[in-house]
C-alpha cells in the first residue's frame, strides 16, 4: 500500500511537471462587438407657441441655441426659456419669404460676435415692389444674458431675385473651408438659374465680408464671381459631410423629383424652368434637363413623383446613432416627417432611406447640435409652432 502511494505521488508531481512544461493555452478572443443598431429616438418639445420657426444654429463657445422665426424675431434659448434679442426690421414675410435661414461665425466667442441671416427685405433695388433677398450680418453679446441684444446690421449679399415670394431659398451654412455658402431660390423665374450673372438658382460661396471665396470657378471669367454652383430651382438646405467635407444641397422639385446633389464646383445641376427663350416658367420642365444641358449633373437623391418637400439638412454623427452615423436626414414639409437617407461609399448616391417623426406637422429643419442630439423646428405657429430636442439612444 506504502509502495503504491508512493509511485502515485511520483506520478502527481511528473504530471505536474509535464504540464508546467506545456505551454500555457491562449485565452479565448474577446468576441466581437454587437453590431450597431438604429438609434431609438426620444422627442422633446423644447419651445412652443412660435410664429414658423425657420433655422437654428449655436454658438461654438458655450452651444447656446439662436433661432430665427419667419415674421423677423431672432431669439436664443437661455435657462430653459426664449429670449427674444431683436427683430430685423426691413424683413418682407409673405408667400416663401421671410426671415429664413441663420448662420454664426464659426470664430463667435473667440474674437467674433457676429450672426449671419438670410431674409427677404424691403430694401431691396433689383425685383418688383423694390424687394430682394439678402444675406445681412448682425453682432449678438451674450456675455450678459439678461441685457442680450441685437446690433449692428450690415448687409453683405443683396441682390437674390425677388417676385411673388416663390423660391426664396435661402440657408447660409459655413463650410469646412471656413466660407459661407448661401443657397437661393430661383423666384420662379425661367432663365435665371442658368443665368451667369444672376445670384437666383445658385448656391454661393463667399468670404463672411461677401466678397467671393477664393477658388470660385466664375473668378476671372464672365459671370458673378460669388457663385459656386447653377441650374437649381429652390435650393432649402446645406450640409457638409463629416471627414470628407463635401457639400450636398436639397432642393424642391417640381410635380416631380426632389433633389439631394453632390456639389462641385462650377456644377450645373440642371434646371432652368425655361425650354423656349420665352420669359415665362415651365413646371414640366425636367428638374435634370440632360437634353438642353448634357453636361448636368444628376441628383444623388431623387424623390421620383409626386414631390415630398424636403427642406434644411444635417449629417448625423457619432456612435450614438449606430447605423445611422454618416447618413442624412432632411426635414419635410409637404409629407411631414424626417427623412434619413444613407449614401453609397462614394457619396454619389442611395443606399435606401428611413423616414421618422411622422407627427403630422410640417418640418423646416433639422441640425445637429453639440451635444450629438437632434434639434427640429416645425413650420408652423401658434402651439404647433415648435423646436424639439431628439435624443438617440
Known amino acids: 500500500m506504502e509502495h503504491r502511494g508512493a509511485s502515485l505521488v511520483v506520478g502527481t508531481v511528473a504530471l505536474a511537471l509535464l504540464a508546467a512544461c506545456r505551454p500555457v493555452k491562449p485565452p479565448a478572443p474577446p468576441a466581437d462587438p454587437p453590431p450597431t443598431a438604429a438609434p431609438t429616438l426620444t422627442k422633446t418639445v423644447l419651445l412652443q407657441n412660435l410664429g414658423q420657426p425657420w433655422d437654428l444654429a449655436f454658438t461654438p463657445d458655450d452651444g447656446t441655441m439662436l433661432f430665427t422665426e419667419k415674421g423677423g424675431a431672432i431669439s436664443a434659448f437661455l435657462g430653459g426659456v ?54 445681412a450680418r448682425f453682432t449678438v453679446d451674450l456675455t450678459y444674458p439678461e441685457n442680450a441684444a441685437l446690433s449692428v446690421q450690415t448687409p453683405i449679399v443683396t441682390g437674390m431675385p425677388w417676385t411673388t415670394g416663390r423660391h426664396s431659398g435661402c440657408r447660409p451654412r459655413f463650410g469646412p473651408d471656413g466660407n459661407l455658402w448661401i443657397t437661393t431660390g430661383d423666384a420662379a423665374t425661367g432663365i435665371v438659374p442658368t443665368d451667369v450673372n444672376s ?55 417640381t410635380g416631380c423629383d426632389d433633389e439631394a446633389n453632390r456639389l462641385v464646383s462650377g456644377g450645373h445641376y440642371g434646371w432652368d424652368g425655361d425650354d423656349d427663350g420665352l420669359p415665362d416658367y415651365e413646371e414640366g420642365v425636367p428638374m435634370t434637363d440632360f437634353a438642353q444641358f448634357p453636361g448636368a449633373i444628376g441628383a444623388v437623391w431623387s424623390s421620383g413623383c409626386p ?32 427623412r434619413v437617407l444613407f449614401l453609397d461609399s462614394a457619396g454619389t448616391s442611395t443606399t435606401g432611406f428611413v423616414d421618422v417623426l411622422q407627427d403630422g406637422i410640417r ?31
Open 199 to 253: 445670384l437666383g438658382g445658385k448656391v454661393l460661396r463667399v468670404q463672411a465680408n461677401g466678397a467671393a471665396a477664393s477658388g470660385n470657378p466664375f473668378i476671372g471669367v464672365a459671370g458673378d464671381d460669388r457663385i459656386y454652383t447653377l441650374g437649381h430651382r429652390n435650393v432649402q438646405g446645406i450640409a457638409f459631410q463629416p471627414g470628407s467635407g463635401q457639400a450636398y444641397s436639397i432642393e424642391h422639385g
Open 82 to 135: 426664449k429670449r427674444q434679442l431683436g427683430s430685423v426690421p426691413d424683413v418682407k414675410n409673405a408667400n416663401e419669404g421671410g426671415l429664413l435661414g441663420l448662420a454664426i461665425d464659426p470664430a463667435y466667442g473667440a474674437g467674433s460676435n457676429f450672426i449671419y441671416v438670410c431674409y427677404a427685405s424691403t430694401n431691396g433695388t433689383v425685383s418688383d415692389l423694390d424687394n430682394d433677398v439678402r444675406v
Open 307 to 338: 414631390t415630398i418637400a424636403p427642406s434644411g439638412g444635417t449629417f448625423l454623427s457619432g456612435p450614438q446613432w449606430g447605423t445611422w452615423d454618416g447618413a442624412l436626414a432632411m426635414a419635410i414639409l409637404k409629407d411631414m416627417r424626417v
Open 363 to 393: 418640418l423646416r429643419s433639422v441640425v445637429q447640435g453639440p451635444d450629438g442630439n437632434l434639434y427640429v423646428t416645425t413650420d408652423a405657429s401658434g402651439a404647433n409652432g415648435q423646436i424639439w430636442r431628439v435624443i438617440p439612444s
